[in-house]
Structures are given as C-alpha cells and as structure tokens.
C-alpha cells in the first residue's frame, strides 16, 4: 500500500511569511497532486506534477516533485490569510492515496 | 458551472437506517471515484467505477456498502444498516476517458451523521 506523509500537520504563522509544506512517501508515484480543501467543501486541484524534479508555480505557490518521484513539496512566499485552509497530496493517477493534510492557518 | 454535482449535501440518519448518497459527474466525465474522509484525516478511497463497471473497490468495506453506476443517472454509494461509524464526509471526483485521467475534479460531498 502506498503511503504518503505530509509535514507539518498543523501550521500557524504571520500575514507575509513564507513557509514550505512537505509530502513524503517510500513508495514511487508517476504523478503527485496538490489539492487545497475549504471547510464544507471538497477538494480543488491546485497542480499536477508528472516529472521527476519538476517544478511548476502559481502565484506565490512554487511544487516541487522530487527526482525519484518519492515526494512533493509546496512553498508559499509572502502568505496570505486567502491561504488559509487545509491542503492536501495525492498520488496514483486512478486510486488517489491522500496525505493526512496540513492545516495551514495565516494570521493578519 | 457544470462541476460534479452531489446530493444531498448533509444527510442524517439514524442507526439501521439506509443512506443513499448520490453524485452527477462532469459533463463528459465517465469516470467516477468515492472517497470517505473522517474528521482531522485525509481523504481515503472507496471505490472507482465507470458506467456500469466497478474497476476497483478494494477500498469498500466488505458489507453494508455498495455502489453503482448506471448507464442513465448518477452514481450512487448505498451504505445500509448504517452505524454511528459511518459518520463522515462523503465526496465524488470525476475523470474524463480521454486527455489526462489523473485529473480528478470533487463534488461538495455528503456530509452524513447517524445518530
């Protein structure tokens, strides 16, 4: 079964900060997705990484997967209380295997 | 807007009761995933169908639950006999068959509680 771990489960800061969430897992995935979910709501994709190493932005949000397609990261510059919520990686391309989440909060 | 449609979006049912939960994909969409997610956790797969097809449902309990998805009409998870345990948020994504099927779009979810 493969697993994956995201890091820190819980993340608290101040408007402006930057802050780096992590996805990890022993297993390899062909593809890795960010999702960010809102209370009462299901998920939205944020990115789909395919390629080992690659790296795509949006806006302030910068995803990393890492070179042996065994983890992701996600940094976000400058943050924003609009960051706040709860986001999540996915791997597998048919049967998503989800990461527990990292509850982001900003603080003005 | 036509996302994945799910309804109803909370549902409450009392135990031994049934609950049917049903879910609209995308337009042009004829693949459908349920996912169960528990509160403070991840989302865990339950099932993947295409019209008239289960393909994987090593995600499904073993009893009580079933799902389907027919050739007309949404698709649907049935859990019956319901427990206080199958308390949770219950969402639907949607692929299309062609261009990239790792893209799945989510519903709002169904948010039931068994009493």
């Known amino acids: 079964t493969q697993l994956l771990e995201q890091s820190p489960q819980f993340l608290s800061i101040q408007e402006g900060e930057n802050l780096t969430v992590y996805c990890n897992s022993s297993s390899v995935f062909s593809s890795l997705q960010w999702y960010r979910q809102e209370p009462g709501e299901g998920p939205v994709l944020l990115v789909t990484v395919v390629t080992g190493g690659e790296v795509k932005k949006l806006k302030r949000l910068t995803f990393q997967f890492g070179d042996a397609r065994k983890d992701s990261s996600l940094h976000i510059t400058a943050a924003q209380p609009g960051d706040t919520g709860l986001y999540l990686c996915a791997g597998d391309p048919q049967k998503l295997v989800f990461g527990q989440g990292t509850r982001l909060t900003i603080n003005p | 807007n036509a996302g994945v449609m799910q309804n109803p979006r909370h549902l409450v049912r009392r135990r031994g009761q049934e609950a049917r939960l049903r879910c609209s994909p995308m337009k042009g969409h004829s693949h459908v995933y349920w996912y169960r997610q528990l509160p403070e956790e991840g989302l865990k797969f339950m099932v993947y169908l295409q019209k008239e097809n289960i393909i994987d449902e090593s995600g499904m309990p073993k009893e009580r639950f079933s799902a389907e998805f027919p050739k007309e009409g949404p698709s649907i998870l049935r859990i019956q006999q319901v427990v206080r345990g199958d308390s949770a948020a219950y969402f639907c994504?949607?692929?299309?068959?062609?261009?990239?099927?790792?893209?799945?779009?989510f519903g709002p979810g169904t948010r039931l509680t068994v009493l």
């Open positions: 994504a949607s692929s299309t068959e062609l261009g990239r099927p790792d893209t799945q779009y």
